[in-house]
């Protein structure tokens, strides 16, 4: 609890229990800051604000309103410098690492939670939630909002919490959710063509992701994919210190001898002709990246190294990534959070390499954004897979026929059918699929949620498969 004079400078001693800037979040006793968006200025909705319960406003126009009404010249500034001081920024000791990429950001950041979870206190923020101390939460963002954000960060340094790995989504770096943070690590797993409907250009997206890079602190890494397109762009953003990694021989840690099985990937990892061999239970070459990610912030952090692969060949599945199921059936089942070419192409061939006899693929394509990325997807599915199946996936206000035709309009393959209902495609794969064969199920991972119109539908892929083989 802190009074609006103590957060910024006015003559108001309103007690102020919260910060919120979106009015949806609004509960009794918060301040409202109505920060401007792209595409929308929140001080449209100061009396709804009020309605919810806000007993004060910050904004940049004048408001009428009963409550006090404090304005600013720079509000989204000034809405940083409130979250600083209400959720006392100044006294944070946790190291902040910072994850950021098209693909493998979750796989990368759960894989260092984890391991750093071995040597000190450590919390996770992304996909899969907020998890701390056995403790797991829910969020609606990859990366969550700015105050919601501040509010985990005070928690973790009260229950003295020594890292943050944190997902940092190209979202969040557009509006500016993690602009006051300074960084200790900052990760970069790769960069393709994702999320246009916000950044318009393949150019924007990239200057996006490479901001994270502009906010380590003086003492701070900047941990590279020399492998990726588009590292020289990032590179140039990096001004603390730098270490690269990858299959190139100019990479500072050398990822070689890459060996992939059904269970495991084993690798070798070259740092000043020292070899590191690992032995991980993430199948495939692109996670033989996010792991060596993980592992060069545990050797920058001088943890004992032969502790940490030994704890990397232990690591659990990661919930919804390349996530083998077994349901006693005599074909696998692997169920995948990849919605773009890239994402698909990784996993896919991933699932080549391995011995089966028919690779049968479900995915679909998100609607209301990004089309220009379906036929790429499609393609690949249909080049690395013997048998697919189009469906839904997040259709929002677009029709799912329609969907499908931009998923196979850059390919002449005849190889797959159309259920638009994911659930009965799902079925459909599993009816269809013999021994020996794979069944991947693209899209969704774990997500709890199907978007159709306006509205979260209750859905869930893992669910899905459950009941089907339990009832």
Same mark, same amino acid.
């Given at each position: 609890?802190?009074?609006?004079?103590?957060?910024?400078?006015?003559?108001?001693?309103?007690?102020?229990?919260?910060?919120?800037?979106?009015?949806?979040?609004?509960?009794?006793?918060?301040?409202?800051?109505?920060?401007?968006?792209?595409?929308?200025?929140?001080?449209?909705?100061?009396?709804?604000?009020?309605?919810?319960?806000?007993?004060?406003?910050?904004?940049?126009?004048?408001?009428?309103?009963?409550?006090?009404?404090?304005?600013?010249?720079?509000?989204?500034?000034?809405?940083?410098?409130?979250?600083?001081?209400?959720?006392?920024?100044?006294?944070?000791?946790?190291?902040?690492?910072?994850?950021?990429?098209?693909?493998?950001?979750?796989?990368?950041?759960?894989?260092?939670?984890?391991?750093?979870?071995?040597?000190?206190?450590?919390?996770?923020?992304?996909?899969?939630?907020?998890?701390?101390?056995?403790?797991?939460?829910?969020?609606?963002?990859?990366?969550?909002?700015?105050?919601?954000?501040?509010?985990?960060?005070?928690?973790?340094?009260?229950?003295?919490?020594?890292?943050?790995?944190?997902?940092?989504?190209?979202?969040?770096?557009?509006?500016?959710?993690?602009?006051?943070?300074?960084?200790?690590?900052?990760?970069?797993?790769?960069?393709?063509?994702?999320?246009?409907?916000?950044?318009?250009?393949?150019?924007?997206?990239?200057?996006s992701k490479a901001k994270?890079?502009?906010?380590?602190?003086?003492?701070?890494?900047?941990?590279?994919?020399?492998?990726?397109?588009?590292?020289?762009?990032?590179?140039?953003?990096?001004?603390?210190?730098?270490?690269?990694?990858?299959?190139?021989?100019?990479? /500072?840690?050398? =990822?070689?001898?890459?060996?992939?099985?059904? @269970?495991?990937?084993?690798?070798?990892? *070259?740092? &000043?002709? $020292?070899?590191?061999?690992?032995?991980?239970?993430?199948?495939?070459?692109?996670?033989?990246?996010n792991v060596t990610a993980?592992?060069?912030?545990?050797?920058?952090?001088?943890?004992?190294?032969?502790?940490?692969?030994?704890?990397?060949?232990?690591?659990?599945p990661i919930s919804g990534?390349?996530?083998?199921?077994?349901?006693?059936?005599?074909?696998?089942?692997?169920?995948?959070?990849?919605?773009?070419?890239?994402?698909?192409?990784?996993?896919?061939?991933?699932?080549?390499?391995?011995?089966?006899?028919?690779?049968?693929?479900?995915?679909?394509?998100?609607?209301?954004?990004?089309?220009?990325?379906?036929?790429?997807?499609?393609?690949?599915?249909?080049?690395?897979?013997?048998?697919?199946?189009?469906?839904?996936?997040?259709?929002?206000?677009?029709?799912? /026929?329609?969907? =499908?035709?931009?998923?196979?309009?850059?390919? @002449?393959?005849?190889?797959?059918?159309? *259920?638009? &209902?994911? $659930?009965?495609?799902?079925?459909?794969?599993?009816?269809?699929?013999?021994?020996?064969?794979?069944?991947?199920?693209?899209?969704?991972?774990?997500?709890?949620?199907?978007?159709?119109?306006?509205?979260?539908?209750?859905?869930?892929?893992?669910?899905?498969?459950?009941?089907?083989?339990?009832?």
């Amino acid at each position: 609890m802190k009074r609006l004079n103590e957060l910024l400078e006015c003559s108001y001693d309103t007690p102020i229990s919260g910060v919120k800037s979106d009015t949806r979040d609004i509960v009794p006793g918060d301040l409202f800051v109505a920060i401007k968006g792209y595409n929308v200025d929140h001080a449209d909705f100061t009396s709804d604000a009020i309605d919810r319960g806000a007993v004060a406003v910050v904004t940049e126009r004048d408001v009428t309103c009963r409550v006090p009404v404090v304005v600013v010249s720079d509000v989204n500034k000034s809405f940083y410098e409130i979250c600083s001081k209400f959720y006392h920024q100044n006294e944070w000791k946790m190291k902040l690492v910072g994850i950021t990429g098209t693909d493998g950001k979750t796989t990368t950041a759960t894989i260092l939670w984890k391991l750093l979870e071995a040597f000190s206190k450590c919390a996770y923020i992304g996909t899969n939630g907020v998890c701390f101390s056995e403790r797991i939460e829910s969020t609606s963002n990859t990366t969550p909002l700015t105050e919601f954000l501040y509010q985990y960060l005070l928690q973790f340094h009260q229950e003295e919490c020594q890292y943050v790995s944190l997902e940092v989504s190209s979202e969040a770096l557009l509006h500016g959710r993690v602009d006051d943070l300074l960084f200790r690590y900052a990760i970069l797993t790769n960069i393709t063509e994702d999320h246009l409907n916000y950044h318009k250009t393949l150019e924007n997206y990239v200057q996006s992701k490479a901001k994270l890079f502009t906010l380590l602190d003086k003492d701070g890494w900047a941990i590279l994919n020399i492998d990726d397109a588009h590292f020289t762009e990032v590179k140039e953003k990096v001004q603390a210190h730098l270490v690269t990694y990858g299959v190139s021989n100019d990479a /500072d840690f050398q =990822i070689k001898n890459i060996h992939c099985c059904d @269970d495991r990937t084993c690798f070798d990892i *070259v740092h &000043n002709n $020292e070899v590191f061999s690992i032995v991980s239970p993430y199948v495939g070459v692109y996670n033989a990246y996010n792991v060596t990610a993980a592992f060069i912030l545990c050797y920058l952090e001088k943890l004992d190294l032969e502790k940490v692969v030994s704890l990397i060949s232990t690591l659990e599945p990661i919930s919804g990534r390349c996530e083998f199921l077994d349901f006693g059936q005599d074909y696998k089942i692997v169920l995948d959070y990849a919605h773009t070419a890239n994402g698909i192409d990784n996993i896919l061939s991933t699932l080549q390499a391995m011995e089966h006899k028919k690779i049968i693929t479900v995915v679909g394509s998100a609607g209301g954004r990004e089309k220009e990325k379906r036929a790429s997807m499609g393609k690949v599915a249909l080049e690395k897979s013997d048998f697919v199946i189009f469906t839904m996936d997040d259709p929002r206000w677009e029709k799912v /026929d329609d969907i =499908i035709d931009d998923l196979v309009s850059d390919s @002449d393959k005849d190889n797959y059918i159309r *259920v638009e &209902n994911r $659930e009965n495609a799902i079925h459909q794969a599993f009816s269809i699929a013999k021994e020996g064969d794979i069944v991947a199920i693209l899209g969704k991972g774990r997500d709890s949620y199907m978007a159709v119109g306006d509205k979260k539908l209750d859905y869930c892929d893992y669910q899905v498969i459950y009941e089907y083989f339990n009832k």
